[in-house]
């Protein structure tokens, strides 16, 4: 077990003062780390650093090809996801105050994974969205006792569809509406607006073949992680 004193910052009779055994105080302060660290891997995606790791992640030998360092392009990303994810964990230890080994179990092993899976494993907007989406989750299952511990099922059954059937997360769901909404509007300009019947036959079939494409291609690239 590991035990935190939670800091004051600050003049503890004026003013600037930081109290982070403050909950509201914990939530603006974790809203702008986020903030900051999503602004901060936006630019490192964005960066010669951020496209020697996509060029590794797609194939080491044509990175290595184009001149990459292989081995020092996979340590710099290890550094940095190790760095991120210790400023979630001090996050959570003040907001806590307390952790133990218990606190890292399985169970939450897969919460977390099923958010990266969900939202899309390259997407930073597909991560936001899939935090957010398990955290009011979370708060659901929480407030209503009858579901009980179904949020772990629901968990893995969310985990289980995007990767057998919908790999690109959360962060691919707007282009698959978006390229189903223009083909349902260009054939039903050729067909005309009447036919209905036919519109409700063929969505199914365009967004099921839809799927399948994404499905096949994320899993390639999914492959060469």
Sequence with gaps: HSTMDIPLVGDPEGLPRFDFSHRPTMFYVSW????????????????????????????????????????RTKLQAFVVSGFLAGIAGSLWMMERGT??????????????????????????????????????????????SALGDALDLVTALLLAVMLLVYRGGLAALPSSLRNLQQGAAHLIDERGPDNLKWFVEWWPRQLKADWATLAHWTSRRTERL
């Design 99 to 144: 952790l133990s080994p218990e606190d890292f179990n399985f169970r939450q092993s897969l919460f977390f994974l099923a958010i990266a899976v969900v939202g899309g494993l390259t997407s930073l907007g597909g991560a936001v969205a899939a935090s957010a989406f398990f955290a009011a989750l979370d708060e659901l299952f929480f407030r209503v």
């Design 32 to 71: 702008g780390v986020a903030i900051v660290v999503l602004l901060i891997a936006s630019a490192l995606r964005r960066s010669g650093t951020g496209r020697a790791w996509f060029a590794v992640r797609g194939s080491e030998i044509g990175a290595a090809s184009l001149a990459i360092d292989v081995t």
